[in-house]
């Protein structure tokens, strides 16, 4: 077990550019989720996936965002026309809901973007 | 919405100390999620509760949940330098899946 992996750790873009990460989640996990955390603040959550199915989305995620998931394993997020609003740090965390409602979600090491 | 307090903001101990931190949430709480960040990386998962009066200890930690105060407490013996860093709850939004989180607690330790 690798646990979740991101990439890139770190992406300094210009304003307008657009931004794509990846994340892999651990192998038997069939939840991914992705969160936002800005300075200061716990991490907000953008969106899930079930296997393939994109599930739930937040009003966070704007038109600009796009989350991929296309063989339920690895997931993209992509950012178009990237703002300076947009900096933040980037969560993947995935889980495999158990029974009682117990569903661990782990997480990866983050993507850290900056838009200048 | 459920929205998780969390406190004190910050906290600076001496090494060999106890310390607690606590989560406050506006809503019941059906289960709660402890994790710890170090700047600028991802989440450690420490604990889970589930039940009201349910207490799990891991090392030196030890995390309590009274559902009747809808309120999580996390408890540091003899705190050490390698437990500073950002302690955050986090609680899922009824029966979503996704967690909601506070804004997290900064530890430091001086050796």
């Known amino acids: 077990d690798t646990g979740v992996s991101q990439d890139p750790r770190h992406k300094i873009t210009k304003r307008g550019q657009n931004v794509t990460f990846r994340c892999d989640p651990i192998?038997?996990?069939?939840?991914l989720y992705w969160y936002r955390q800005t300075l200061g603040q716990g991490p907000e959550f953008l969106t899930y996936f079930q296997n393939e199915a994109q599930l739930e989305k937040s009003r966070l995620l704007s038109d600009r965002f796009s989350a991929e998931r296309p063989k339920g394993s690895f997931s993209t997020l992509e950012i178009q026309r990237t703002e300076q609003g947009d900096s933040a740090m980037y969560l993947c965390?995935?889980?495999?809901?158990?029974?009682?409602?117990?569903?661990?979600?782990?997480f990866g090491p983050g993507t850290r973007l900056l838009v200048l | 919405s459920q929205e998780l307090e969390q406190s004190p903001q910050s906290l600076i101990v001496q090494e060999g100390k106890n310390l607690t931190i606590n989560c406050t949430s506006s809503k019941t709480l059906y289960g709660l999620y402890w994790y710890k960040q170090k700047y600028g990386e991802g989440l450690i998962f420490l604990m889970m509760l589930q039940k009201g009066g349910e207490e799990k200890s891991h090392e030196k930690i030890t995390a309590k949940l009274d559902e009747k105060k809808q309120q999580s407490s996390l408890h540091i013996t003899a705190s050490q330098p390698s437990h500073a860093g950002i302690y955050l709850c986090g609680a899922h939004t009824g029966a979503n899946s996704k967690l909601t989180f506070g804004k997290g607690i900064t530890l430091s330790v001086r050796p």
């Open positions: 965390a995935s889980s495999y809901p158990g029974g009682g409602g117990q569903e661990t979600q782990y």
């Open positions: 192998s038997e996990h069939n939840r």
